[in-house]
């Protein structure tokens, strides 16, 4: 069975630092792309980053560019975001999210974690 | 302000078919194929459609999806209380290069 298992989630101060990871299950990882997407409370999906399969080419919002870095292990199948910088707009249930293939553009979210809740607030 | 533009509400009896708009520009729909997610109440989102009209193994036929130009438009046609969700319309966009999201469409089913 296919799954994506986040974690790392918490309650940081704004201009903090925070490492969500995703552990993928029941696929091959380095063959697909991967996503996080972030919904703040009550609003819409809103994408936050990507990154491909195995050259590991990298995809960014501008609301989180030079802020946030995505990366992955395929050793260990499982994705990361490293937040920094954290602000208050930032506080939102982030999901990981499996691609439909292994590079980004044109691509689709196929499968989609649970999620973990990010809260940032002094 | 999303780039992709939704109604933000629809709604529908039971058996009824409803149809929800996604609305683009030539930087997005004019190249790309538009994505379709279904957000039931708590829930994380679901791949709905793919590639404009393509439904994933386990999504019913009364789910179908379309795109002309810059527009696209998810139809759900026999509607039941099970469909009561928000809907997403996605594409990959080449002038931010990157995903964009329509601001959603909270689906009633009276």
């Known amino acids: 069975e296919v799954q994506l298992l986040e974690s790392g989630g918490g309650l940081v101060q704004p201009g903090g630092s925070l490492r969500l990871s995703c552990a993928a299950s029941?696929?091959?990882?380095?063959?697909?792309?991967m996503s996080w997407v972030r919904q703040a409370p009550g609003k819409g999906l809103e994408w936050v980053s990507s990154?491909?399969?195995?050259?590991?080419?990298?995809y960014y919002a501008d609301s989180v560019k030079g802020r946030f870095t995505i990366s992955r292990d395929n050793s260990k199948n499982t994705l990361y975001l490293q937040m920094n910088s954290l602000r208050a707009e930032d506080t939102a249930l982030y999901y990981c999210?499996?691609?439909?293939?292994?590079?980004?553009?044109?691509?689709?979210?196929?499968?989609w974690g649970q999620g973990t809740l990010v809260t940032v607030s002094s | 302000q999303s780039v992709l533009t939704q109604p933000p509400s629809a709604s529908g009896t039971p058996g009824q078919r409803v149809t929800i708009s996604c609305s683009g520009s030539?930087?997005?729909?004019?190249?790309?194929?538009v994505n379709w997610y279904q957000q039931l109440p708590g829930t994380a989102p679901k791949l709905l459609i793919y590639?404009?009209?393509q439904r994933p193994s386990g999504v019913p036929d009364r789910f179908s999806g379309s795109k002309s130009g810059t527009s696209a438009s998810l139809a759900i046609s026999g509607l039941q209380s099970e469909d009561e969700a928000d809907y997403y319309c996605?594409?990959?966009?080449?002038?931010?290069?990157?995903?964009?999201f329509g601001g959603g469409t909270k689906l009633t089913v009276l």
């Open positions: 999210a499996k691609m439909g293939w292994m590079s980004v553009p044109k691509n689709w979210f196929e499968l």
């Open positions: 590639v404009n009209n």
């Open positions: 030539s930087s997005n729909f004019g190249s790309n194929a």
């Open positions: 996605a594409t990959w966009d080449d002038s931010l290069n990157g995903v964009v």
């Open positions: 990154i491909s399969g195995r050259d590991g080419s990298t």
């Open positions: 029941g696929f091959t990882f380095d063959h697909y792309a």
